[in-house]
Structures are given as structure tokens and as C-alpha cells.
């Protein structure tokens, strides 16, 4: 079992780009969370993924958006990037209902 | 005031000292985490509780649910327990809202 699998593991954009981060899920899980870490900062929630469908979401802007495949793999999508959405993004699996959740190792992404 | 706070932000120890960190939460949770962050990025969860005490290796984790209030210990420290330590509380989702963290440097 790979455990949660994210990729790419490091990336550079500049301002006003677009970017997509990926994430494959614990072998099992059906459910995936996003989370941002500013440097210094603990994860701030994004979003949720179960059953294709965004269940919940933090409070971060439309310019971040997901989706969920059939598979249970999940991207992250961030528009018109700013200087300030340069973090840690974490993946995070588990099943359904509160449980054990178990993260990725993580997409360094700076935005200069 | 965050939903949950940890104590202390920063902790130097020596080899082989008995650590404490502290989480407090102010909200109704249905379990509380403890989680290893290490330089990189990755985290990997230690303990998911909701009651009661939780025993791993030389890692203990206690919780009080009255005083919404958890200790995490960690017997006899070694260098490689450096790390930042981080609480996070769970609801009624999967969603956890996390602490600051607790930076922990063990010196030889």
C-alpha cells in the first residue's frame, strides 16, 4: 500500500498562473481533504471531496476548486495565483465518517 | 481565539527527558489527533482519540473530555524525536481543525 501519494512534490509559478495539484488516496479511502500551510503556520482546511461531490469548505476564495475521479484521486485547482497562495498543500485520505486520516507528503508550491 | 491551542510553541529538551505537550480545545469534538510534522512537509498521524489514554512505543496521549484538554508525553527523548508536534480535533466530518503546532528540538 503507497499511502497517500502526491504530486508534483515541488513547484514554482508565477503570479496570475493557474496550477493543479494531485493527490491519490490511502488504498481503501473514499474521502479527501485539502489543506494549505502557510510556512510557520498549522494546515488551514480548503475543501472536501466524498463521492465526487465537494462536501465541505473552508474559507478560501473560488479561485481554489477540486474535483474527485470516480477512482477517489483528487486535484486541487488554483487560479490567478497571488504571491500568498505560496504553501504547503496536504492531501489528507480517510473513509468515510470520522476516522484515522492519514496525509500525503505534501506540494511545496511558491509563487514568484 | 483558535478553536484549539497548544502549549508550548517551543521546547528545547536534553536526551532522555520526559516531554509534555499540552492542546486545548474549545469546541464539541467526536476525537482529537496528534500528529508528527517533520522538515519537509510530511505528517504522519501518532494517535486519533476520544477518550481514555493511548500508549505507543515511548508515546503516551491522554485526553480529558470534561476539560477539553490533552497531553501529549513522550518518554525518555531522543534527537530523532525532533519535530513539530501538532493537535488537531475532529467533528462531526473527517475535516480536522489544527493547533499551531509545538516545535520540539532534543539535544544530545
Known amino acids: 500500500d503507497a499511502g497517500v501519494t502526491q504530486s508534483p512534490t515541488h513547484l514554482i509559478k508565477t503570479r496570475g498562473q493557474q496550477v493543479t495539484l494531485r493527490c491519490s488516496p490511502k488504498?481503501?479511502?473514499?474521502?479527501v481533504s485539502w489543506y494549505q500551510q502557510a510556512l510557520g503556520q498549522g494546515p488551514q482546511f480548503i475543501f472536501q471531496y466524498y463521492e465526487e461531490e465537494e462536501r465541505q469548505r473552508g474559507n478560501f476564495p473560488d479561485r481554489f476548486s477540486g474535483h474527485q475521479y470516480p477512482n477517489y484521486s483528487s486535484e486541487l485547482n488554483v487560479n490567478a495565483l497571488l504571491l500568498g497562495d505560496s504553501a504547503l498543500y496536504l492531501c489528507?485520505?480517510?473513509?468515510?465518517?470520522?476516522?484515522?486520516?492519514?496525509f500525503g507528503q505534501g506540494t511545496r508550491l511558491t509563487v514568484v | 481565539k483558535n478553536e484549539v491551542e497548544q502549549s508550548p510553541q517551543n521546547l528545547t529538551a536534553q536526551e532522555g527527558e520526559f516531554i509534555t505537550i499540552n492542546c486545548s480545545y474549545s469546541?464539541?469534538?467526536?476525537?482529537l489527533h496528534w500528529l508528527q510534522q517533520h522538515p519537509g512537509g510530511g505528517i504522519v498521524s501518532l494517535f486519533m482519540l476520544s477518550s481514555g489514554k493511548k500508549k505507543h512505543g515511548r508515546l503516551i496521549a491522554t485526553i480529558n473530555i470534561q476539560e477539553k484538554h490533552s497531553s501529549l508525553h513522550i518518554t525518555a527523548s531522543h534527537p530523532r524525536d525532533s519535530a513539530v508536534y501538532i493537535c488537531a480535533v475532529s467533528r462531526d466530518t473527517d475535516k480536522l481543525i489544527f493547533g499551531t503546532g509545538t516545535r520540539l528540538q532534543v539535544f544530545p
Open positions: 488504498s481503501g479511502h473514499d474521502t
Open positions: 469546541v464539541g469534538i467526536s476525537a
Open positions: 489528507a485520505s480517510s473513509s468515510a465518517g470520522v476516522s484515522e486520516a492519514f
